[in-house]
């Protein structure tokens, strides 16, 4: 039997267009993993409803994203969203992008992981931890001592046991995959 091939979906100029932006792009990572409403995505994001609303209109026309289902809240029509592809192929399309149509795609992965780090910031310094659609993020801040570098080896031992988890929860429950994890010291 022959083994099923991923299918990955060509990505259009307009497209990369429409995603040379910070939100969009922060919108999308959180469809990647499960559908959401306008208003979750407005929660999430940190923004009034009409700003989302504005950017999934946008991503719809774009043919990125799709309405799923609807549910009724009251007398209000809440309605859900999802990416439908998953395997996006953007590589074609990236040489004949104009310079300044680069320069803004570029601009907003940076802007969209900026915002990623400063919700991070804020709720570390409310939580300690946080945890997004696509992964978490633990932060241990320590105090420089004689025994900080045994600490340290403490918590990436913590970090071992808990991807040894992950990594059999992953492969029980999906069969295959891989994960990224990052670790690092940083002076506080």
Same mark, same amino acid.
């Given at each position: 039997?022959?083994?099923?091939?991923?299918?990955?979906?060509?990505?259009?100029?307009?497209?990369?267009?429409?995603l040379?932006?910070?939100?969009?792009?922060r919108?999308?990572?959180?469809?990647?993993?499960?559908?959401?409403?306008?208003?979750?995505?407005?929660?999430?994001?940190?923004?009034?409803?009409?700003?989302?609303?504005?950017?999934?209109?946008?991503?719809?026309?774009?043919?990125?994203?799709?309405?799923?289902?609807?549910?009724?809240?009251?007398?209000?029509?809440?309605?859900?969203?999802?990416?439908?592809?998953?395997?996006?192929?953007?590589?074609?399309?990236?040489?004949?992008l104009?310079?300044?149509?680069?320069?803004?795609?570029?601009?907003?992965?940076?802007?969209?992981?900026?915002?990623m780090?400063?919700?991070? /910031?804020?709720?570390?310094?409310?939580?300690g931890t946080?945890?997004?659609?696509?992964?978490?993020?633990?932060?241990y801040?320590?105090?420089?001592?004689?025994?900080?570098?045994?600490? /340290?080896?403490?918590?990436?031992?913590?970090?071992?046991?808990?991807?040894?988890?992950?990594?059999?929860?992953?492969?029980?429950?999906?069969?295959?995959?891989?994960?990224?994890? /990052?670790i690092?010291?940083?002076?506080?």
């Amino acid at each position: 039997m022959a083994k099923a091939r991923k299918k990955e979906v060509d990505v259009s100029r307009k497209q990369v267009k429409i995603l040379s932006d910070p939100t969009r792009l922060r919108i999308l990572s959180m469809l990647f993993e499960r559908e959401m409403s306008i208003s979750g995505l407005a929660k999430a994001l940190g923004l009034t409803p009409a700003t989302v609303h504005h950017h999934i209109a946008r991503l719809r026309k774009a043919g990125l994203i799709r309405p799923t289902r609807t549910e009724m809240r009251g007398n209000l029509a809440e309605r859900y969203y999802e990416m439908p592809a998953k395997g996006i192929d953007s590589s074609h399309v990236w040489d004949k992008l104009r310079d300044s149509e680069k320069v803004a795609y570029r601009l907003a992965i940076l802007g969209m992981l900026k915002g990623m780090i400063n919700d991070s /910031v804020k709720a570390i310094q409310e939580r300690g931890t946080v945890e997004w659609e696509v992964g978490r993020l633990l932060f241990y801040k320590l105090p420089w001592r004689r025994d900080a570098i045994t600490q /340290v080896e403490e918590v990436l031992q913590e970090t071992k046991r808990r991807l040894a988890r992950l990594e059999e929860s992953w492969r029980t429950e999906t069969g295959a995959g891989q994960i990224a994890v /990052v670790i690092t010291m940083l002076p506080a």
